[in-house]
């Protein structure tokens, strides 16, 4: 994965570079950046993990065209758009801000599409 690759998946996940430093890579900003910037080579483990991310994030949003593909035509998915990590966790228990970072964006792009509401 090159530098460019990382930077458009943590964007595409909704990640700050802070929350992937903490989050996913377990190191400092500034490493981080250094890996966006191509300054260091992306680590194989960063590679595989934000690859396995981006499947999570496939996976989620393949069940909810499940759940779409059942809806009557033209009756929009209500879809939850929690505005704090806080208030994500009361529905989630234990989960990550990755998920919750990603599940917005999800939320977002369905929205945004005109096939869901959010609540």
Known sequence: MNNSELQAIRKLLML?????????????????????????KVPVDIEVEMNTLLEV???????IDDQLSALPE???????????FEQY?????????????MDQ???????????AELY
């Open 16 to 40: 700050d570079v802070r929350e992937a430093a903490e989050e996913i890579g377990k190191v400092s900003v500034r490493t981080w950046q250094y890996w966006e910037s191509g300054r260091s």
């Open 57 to 63: 994030r496939l996976e989620r949003m393949r069940a």
């Open 74 to 84: 033209g009756q929009k998915l209500r879809l939850p758009y929690c505005l704090s």
């Open 89 to 101: 966790l009361t529905a989630n228990l234990g989960s990550t801000k990755t998920l919750w970072r």
């Open 105 to 115: 964006g999800i939320a977002a792009l369905y929205y945004t599409e005109g096939v």
